[in-house]
């Protein structure tokens, strides 16, 4: 009886004392702020080596943490935008420039001519990195198969007394669209993430539209934003960074995909 009262206790001590030390224990709610930190990490790691886009994050459910315990997955996708020649070596500075914690490793296929990324956010977060065509990589947050309870992402919170809120993502893309004939938006997007410290965010807005402005138009990008740096000038794809801020136009045919992103953290 001692026995089982010492081996009860001595659960109970754990429970509440130990780090978790497998995926299960930690359910999506808790792990978000860890992917969140990675996502804000990885764009901070990409600096002024290209333009960071944020997707929305994705909670899918029906994995099984066991047989018998249904769960899901939550998945933060960012795709940086660099020089056409320029992706293997961005990968690498992403895994120069992440904090050591993540162990962040690049490699590189000769054969195949791949390049991806492998690192570790904590908390059995992992973080994925490939080059998916030139000039285009894409990195995954994603926190594997947890307890779906906490799914639900808290209401913002207020910006701060004083802070100083600029010009906005969209803002910047709907001046784009005026200036170079843009019409007919089929398709928008708006994605926000505060920073760690509640001190600025990762923004980013994109839309789909019809566009008559040819691809020598688009090429003077640039000349728009006022000490704009040039990342790509190549069709179909035009990058520039200036300060905060970045814009990419990809063009597809008759179509124009704009995105405009801040990040202030």
Do not use: N
Request: glycine share 10%; proline share 7%; with cysteine.
């Amino acid at each position: 009886m001692a026995w089982s009262v010492l081996l009860f206790g001595l659960a109970v001590q754990s429970q509440r004392d130990d780090s978790p030390t497998v995926r299960e224990q930690r359910d999506i709610g808790q792990a978000r702020p860890v992917a969140d930190r990675a996502a804000i990490d990885l764009t901070a790691a990409v600096g002024d080596a290209g333009v960071v886009v944020l997707a929305e994050e994705q909670i899918t459910a029906g994995c099984r943490i066991t047989p018998m315990r249904p769960g899901a997955e939550l998945t933060r996708v960012l795709t940086a935008y660099t020089a056409p020649d320029a992706g293997p070596a961005l990968l690498d500075r992403i895994a120069r420039q992440l904090p050591a914690s993540y162990a962040a490793i690049a490699r590189h296929d000769a054969t195949t001519g791949r390049s991806r990324l492998g690192a570790d956010a904590g908390d059995f977060v992992a973080v994925r990195g490939e080059l998916i065509r030139a000039g285009v990589v894409q990195l995954r947050v994603s926190t594997g198969c947890r307890p779906a309870s906490g799914g639900s992402r808290p209401a913002p919170a207020d910006p701060r007394p004083g802070a100083t809120v600029g010009p906005t993502p969209r803002s910047h893309a709907e001046v784009l669209t005026g200036a170079f004939g843009v019409a007919d938006v089929q398709a928008a997007s708006s994605v926000e993430l505060p920073c760690p410290d509640g001190d600025g965010q990762l923004s980013s807005y994109a839309l789909t539209a019809a566009s008559t402005a040819e691809s020598d138009e688009w090429a003077s990008l640039g000349f728009t934003m006022p000490r704009a740096t040039v990342v790509s000038d190549q069709a179909p794809l035009f990058v520039h960074r200036y300060g905060t801020k970045g814009t990419v136009v990809r063009l597809d045919g008759d179509d124009v995909w704009i995105a405009s992103t801040d990040f202030t953290c």
